[in-house]
């Protein structure tokens, strides 16, 4: 069993080497969102692209056991997506994310949000060619999800503390939630959004602006009219 995920997790890994350099090539910005099924990513997702499409080319790459609806909410925000359908398996891999790319054309310097497979098991393992990892954990989730599932928060860039505007009605202590997220990756960028209600979005894209190597983000999302946290 042990040689059979060395295997699997070695091809895996040239191919989203191959990934890396075909996005690499075109200056395309890929994040792989990784959460619980449930935590917003997809609504998470239909907000950046109303925001940010005049900003970036926007693409996404939807993974679901079963289904089309994520994508069809996606393309309804306005930016293309491939829907994957995995059946019974819990994550993308990068052979998955490659034969998408090769429908999906991103144009130089866009930005490709992967939304994975919900599950907070499975996706961590996997490398699909991306530039950053980031994971969502809902405020209705619990405070104890990271010390649970460890290596999805241990694998990520930056956690997306979601739902914040149920706060005042949940028994849940915020700064007890990040400290076990930093207790498990310490140099993990920590953010709290509102899908919702745009509180913290501001931020997430002043993320993104920095790694794509965007200038002057903050003035242009001031001149959107996004709202600070």
């Known amino acids: 069993m042990i040689q059979l995920e ?6 895996n890994a040239e191919y989203a080497a191959a990934n890396r350099a075909r996005l690499g090539t075109a200056r395309v910005t890929a994040l792989n969102v990784m959460s619980s099924p449930g935590s917003g990513k997809t609504t998470l997702l239909v907000r ?6 005049g900003r970036y080319p926007i693409a996404v790459i939807e993974g679901d056991q079963q289904t089309s609806n994520d994508a069809e909410r996606i393309r309804a925000a306005g930016a293309p997506a491939i829907q994957i359908n995995t059946g019974k398996g819990c994550h993308l891999d990068a052979h998955m994310v490659g034969h998408a790319l090769d429908t999906l054309a991103m144009p130089a310097g866009g930005l490709l949000f992967i939304e994975n497979v919900g599950n907070l098991v499975c ?3 996997f490398d699909l ?25 241990a694998a990520a860039d930056l956690m997306l503390i979601n739902k914040a505007d149920l706060i005042p009605h949940l028994d849940v202590d915020l700064g007890r939630m990040i400290d076990y997220a930093r207790r498990i990756n310490p140099d993990m960028d920590v953010l709290v959004v509102s899908a919702r209600t745009g509180a913290g ?5 002043d993320w993104i602006a920095h790694r794509t190597g965007s200038k002057n983000a903050t003035a242009r999302v001031a001149a959107q009219g996004i709202p600070p946290t």
Do not use: Q
């Not at 060395?6 to 091809?11: A, E, M, P, S, Y």
């Open 129 to 153: 060619g991306e530039a950053h990892k980031i994971v969502v954990l809902s405020v209705t989730e619990g405070e104890d999800k990271p010390l649970k599932y460890p290596d999805i928060f």
């Open 201 to 205: 979005i501001a931020d997430f894209y």
């Open 48 to 53: 950046a692209i109303t925001d940010l499409r």
């Open 6 to 11: 060395r295997n699997i997790l070695g091809r």
């Open 123 to 125: 996706p961590a393992a």
